[in-house]
């Protein structure tokens, strides 16, 4: 009897890795014949033209450079309002503004994300595109501005909690030495907290290069290797969302598109295991 | 049972899931089920038949889901729809692995589409050629004075490369050239509707019935088939008497011929009562 609950527990606890593994497993078997024919060498190319009555071409240079453009952007607008934002949570808001405000950010995280983008379509792309005289808000930089929003949450959730487990006697020795609040925030709490900011703003990556519908309505889609904000872009995540349910099954489009799902999938991992190392490796312990 | 044989019966289950292929064409009690699968276009025609038919077939039961050409396409190679809704012809690749998986697909036209061709309603241009319309798809013309516009950049849109229009038109108006990489690919017609109506200098591709629906918000254009030739404005009557050049068949394959409740269905819709349905969602009827 105990070994039965001992086990459940054991297969519940295991699920997750189980299943990394097998999407793992999943991915490389349905991309593996791609090796043969046509050849890896083709993915490395700036030019993704899945569908040609010429010659389909799978160069996937301009979705890389498509994902890294918009995650840039986010990081970007995201870090001073996610880091400023947990300062003000932790350091500076008196208990009740805390309590009003958290619930607001918690519901910007599970806002889903399909609504973000259909107001990014309609509210914010017409407003990127007066504000900076465009001919279209259909760019990099409205996708970023969205993905931005979307990525503010974790980053501020996370940073907050690193700046929380700064131990009182840091800033107690810094105050009691004469150091105003503003001093003892800026010079003592956040570099104590600094690498559990940086492993925030690393999942606030991941979560921003993994995120598909918002960038795929607001981006404009164009396959085109440009690391210019105001140009059209194709992300990894938009090109499998928009071409995996029509590909014909098993053809070389079919196993590009896992390609390409395998190279997002070690990015986003690199991304988690590089942020867990830092905040355990140099975490403050109290 | 020991830990680690159990760890791997899970995963084989796992494993095994996505391989168990549905098992089509299935009879529930009375009720014959008939699915329907395919081209996000024809959803709303072929679910408005599926409707009509059903009111006076209560022994049928159809389903209806889309998705795209190519999906319904993959379905019937699958052998996992019995009806595939396409909107444009099956291509010889497909047509090849559908006989390695012992199947053949049967061509049925049951209705016809426009692509009208939209501009910001501000731009005065009102005419283009088949040629003019490759030549700003491929990137040749990059401004609107080069087809006797305003000297603005021209943003050409597209529908995803999943879109059976998108095969269309890349077909028969690009002349199977490839799309330039700055055309912007929009995921639904509605984006490329929202951006031609805000964006001064875009364009784009819509079926007649969307274009007509949007009304004021934009400005359809009157299509040349050739440089010297009529310019013509997409209607019901212009694409069905083949003035309006750019327009396409809508298709059912089935696994060979239909039979059984997919024959009724596909009769129906071919009947009187079926392209009067045809007409009333805004396409044209096949007669």
């Known amino acids: ?286 | 049972m020991t830990r680690s044989t159990s760890l791997m019966l899970l995963s084989c289950a796992l494993v095994a899931l996505p391989l168990t292929g549905r098992p089509s064409y299935a009879s529930t009690g009375s009720r014959t089920s008939l699915t329907i699968k395919g081209s996000d276009t024809m959803v709303h025609l072929v679910s408005t038949w599926a409707e009509a038919f059903m009111r006076t077939n209560p022994d049928v039961e159809i389903s209806v889901t889309g998705g795209g050409s190519g999906t319904g396409i993959a379905a019937l190679i699958n052998g996992t729809t019995d009806i595939c809704a396409a909107s444009r012809n099956i291509k010889d690749s497909e047509r090849a692995r559908a006989q390695q998986n012992g199947r053949s697909a049967f061509e049925t036209v049951v209705a016809r589409d426009g692509i009208a061709i939209v501009v910001h309603p501000s731009n005065n241009v009102s005419t283009l050629s088949h040629d003019q319309l490759k030549k700003i798809y491929t990137a040749v013309y990059t401004r609107w004075n080069q087809v006797g516009g305003p000297n603005r950049p021209v943003l050409a849109l597209s529908r995803e490369s999943s879109s059976g229009t998108y095969v269309f038109f890349q077909e028969h108006i690009l002349e199977q050239q490839d799309y330039a990489q700055s055309v912007r690919l929009m995921p639904a017609t509605s984006a490329i509707i929202q951006s031609v109506s805000t964006d001064r200098g875009a364009i784009g591709y819509v079926g007649i019935g969307y274009a007509h629906d949007a009304g004021q918000r934009v400005k359809v254009l009157r299509i040349k088939a050739t440089e010297s030739g009529p310019a013509v404005a997409p209607s019901e009557a212009t694409v069905r008497s083949g003035e309006y050049s750019i327009a396409r068949p809508l298709f059912f394959y089935t696994n060979g011929a239909p039979t059984g409740a997919a024959k009724r269905f596909v009769d129906f819709c071919l009947s009187a009562e079926g392209q009067r349905i045809v007409r009333e969602t805004g396409y044209v009827p096949v007669q």
């Open chain 1, 1 to 286: 009897m105990e070994r039965c609950v001992e086990l459940t527990l054991v297969v519940a606890a295991s699920t997750s890795i189980i299943l990394v593994g097998l999407i793992f497993l999943f991915l490389f078997r349905e991309a593996a014949p791609f090796v043969q024919h046509p050849g890896l060498s083709s993915l490395m190319g700036d030019r993704w033209i899945p569908v040609s009555f010429q010659k389909e071409q799978f160069g996937i240079y301009p979705l890389v450079a498509g994902s890294i453009l918009v995650t840039a952007i986010a990081t970007v607008v995201a870090v001073p309002f996610g880091v400023i934002g947990a300062v003000y949570l932790s350091e500076v808001a008196r208990p009740a503004e805390t309590e009003t405000l958290k619930p607001f950010i918690e519901l910007l995280a599970g806002i889903p994300s399909v609504v973000i983008g259909f107001f990014g379509l309609v509210v914010l792309a017409p407003l990127v595109k007066a504000a900076f005289g465009l001919e279209t808000g259909l760019n990099a930089f409205t996708g970023g501005l969205l993905l931005g929003l979307m990525a503010i949450p974790t980053i501020m959730s996370v940073s907050e909690d690193a700046l929380r487990s700064v131990p009182a006697s840091y800033k107690q020795a810094s105050l009691a030495l004469g150091g105003n609040q503003i001093q003892t925030i800026w010079r003592i709490t956040v570099p104590a907290a600094l690498p559990g900011i940086v492993a925030a703003v690393m999942l606030g990556m991941g979560r921003v290069i993994g995120e598909t519908m918002a960038v795929m309505m607001v981006t404009g889609n164009a396959a085109q290797t440009t690391f210019k904000p105001f140009e059209s872009v194709r992300t990894m995540t938009a090109t499998i969302a928009a071409e995996m349910g029509e590909v014909p099954f098993g053809s070389d489009h079919y196993r590009a598109l896992f390609w390409v799902g395998i190279i997002l999938l070690v990015a986003t991992l690199l991304l988690n295991i590089v942020a867990q190392r830092v905040l355990k490796r140099y975490s403050v312990r109290q």
